[in-house]
């Protein structure tokens, strides 16, 4: 990690820049193999397939078969881990429910809104050298609360625990169709894949890519997440075992994933970097992480007020608060996916089973966008209704708006109601 001690405000956009390609570069690989699928449907898939994969594939959907028995093939405490981070996730989005209240904003005029699940949703599973069986949880979970009538799960992993997950979620659309090309299959359907409305999964910078593209013809997403990132928060009472640890977890995700470190002591931090190399040594993930650390920063502040801008800056995805007053300072923090207040919060617990969901803006995008909640798969419908004593008393508040506007059959229809 390359270490920055005290950078004027006007270094801070070079200093915390995302190691990602361009998205014109990105694109330009990603939009042929989205108009393939388009065009030509499961064809376009066992090509795909075989050219990304090595692998020649005459039937994308998982049997029924395979995912009511992949309980059988895990380790029974790890089915027992399952179970439980299916209960505190399930907890936790079951209380997103609410009752909506009908307004009455002038007598005789009422609105309200109803929630209605997405009726087909597509999750995206990445696959490659880590089977993420959790976020099948924290997309299936939703979804099922939801009652969205339709979820397909595509993934170029078999690994079982993805299967029990997506059978404790109630998923039976479930296709071995990875990358790009499963998010198109999902936008576009195909003979094979059904059609959904919405797409929700992470992926690297090519599914990120991809999603964004289908976006364009009319798909939605939830929102544009790539690489994994986390930002650690320290100060002269931090743990440099628990940090290090903490920034491994992330680095240790992808080469493009990045971590970073901001504290107000400079021993901390050379304490923590020590650390990591320590650390290191023991992953079996060690040679990606290592990369991902080339991306990452350490950098030193004066005081914590600026290591807030730094960090309202970076808009993590994750935002740890190993401090000594974490809630004080996250009150100040208005740009992150998610925070973890405190020395025993790590983020892998978040990543896991603590209830919150870990499909979180990177990229900086968490200046704008939520991480994925229930409300991410319903929609919301205005309703109202106005009686006799309503258009009386808002139809020449109408009628007056409008003329105004020279919308002259708007204003009739008022007007007939009120003449009658």
């Not at 502040?301 to 809630?327: G, K, R």
């Amino acid at each position: 990690m390359n270490i920055f001690e005290f950078p004027k405000k006007e270094q801070y956009a070079e200093i915390l820049k995302r190691p990602t390609m361009s998205f014109d570069e990105v694109e330009q690989k990603v939009r042929p193999i989205i108009l393939e699928v388009k065009e030509k449907g499961d064809e376009a898939l066992i090509k795909f397939a075989l050219e990304f994969d090595n692998i020649l594939l005459d039937n994308f959907k998982v049997d029924i078969s395979e995912i009511q028995n992949a309980k059988q093939l895990l380790d029974i405490e790890l089915v027992e881990a399952i179970d439980q981070a299916f209960e505190n996730i399930y907890t936790f989005h079951q209380a997103q429910l609410i009752t909506e209240n009908v307004v009455e904003t002038m007598p005789g005029v009422k609105c309200w809104r109803k929630s209605v699940g997405i009726e087909k949703v597509g999750i995206y599973i990445p696959g490659g050298s880590a089977p993420l069986f959790s976020t099948v949880l924290m997309l299936g979970i939703p979804a099922l609360i939801a009652r969205c009538k339709q979820v397909v799960l595509c993934s170029p992993s078999n690994h079982p625990a993805i299967y029990y997950a997506a059978h404790k979620c109630g998923i039976t659309d479930v296709f071995r169709i990875g990358g790009s090309q499963a998010i198109a299959a999902m936008a576009f359907g195909t003979a094979s894949v059904p059609k959904v409305y919405k797409i929700f999964g992470p992926g690297n910078q090519y599914v990120t890519s991809a999603k964004q593209l289908v976006n364009q013809f009319g798909t939605a997403i939830d929102m544009p997440a790539g690489p994994s990132e986390v930002a650690v928060l320290a100060d002269h009472r931090s743990n440099p075992v628990f940090i290090a640890s903490d920034l491994l977890s992330q680095a240790e995700h992808g080469p493009d994933s990045q971590v970073i470190l901001v504290a107000d002591d400079l021993k901390v931090i050379q304490a923590t970097i020590s650390e990591i190399e320590i650390q290191l040594e023991n992953l079996p993930r060690k040679d990606i992480a290592k990369l991902a650390l080339e991306n990452s920063k350490a950098i030193l502040v004066e005081n914590m007020e600026i290591a807030v801008d730094i960090l309202n800056e970076y808009a993590a995805e994750h935002l740890i608060l190993s401090v000594e007053n974490p809630h004080e300072i996250a009150d100040k923090i208005i740009n992150a996916g998610s925070i973890f207040l405190g020395d025993y919060t790590p983020e892998s617990c978040g990543d896991y089973a603590s209830g919150t969901n870990h499909t979180l803006p990177t990229n900086g995008y968490a200046r704008a966008y939520s991480g994925v909640s229930l409300d991410s798969f319903v929609k919301k419908i205005t309703l109202q209704q106005i009686s006799k004593e309503g258009i009386k008393n808002l139809g020449p508040i109408v009628e007056k708006m409008a003329e105004a506007e020279q919308l002259f059959a708007h204003k009739n229809a008022v007007t007939v109601r009120l003449e009658s």
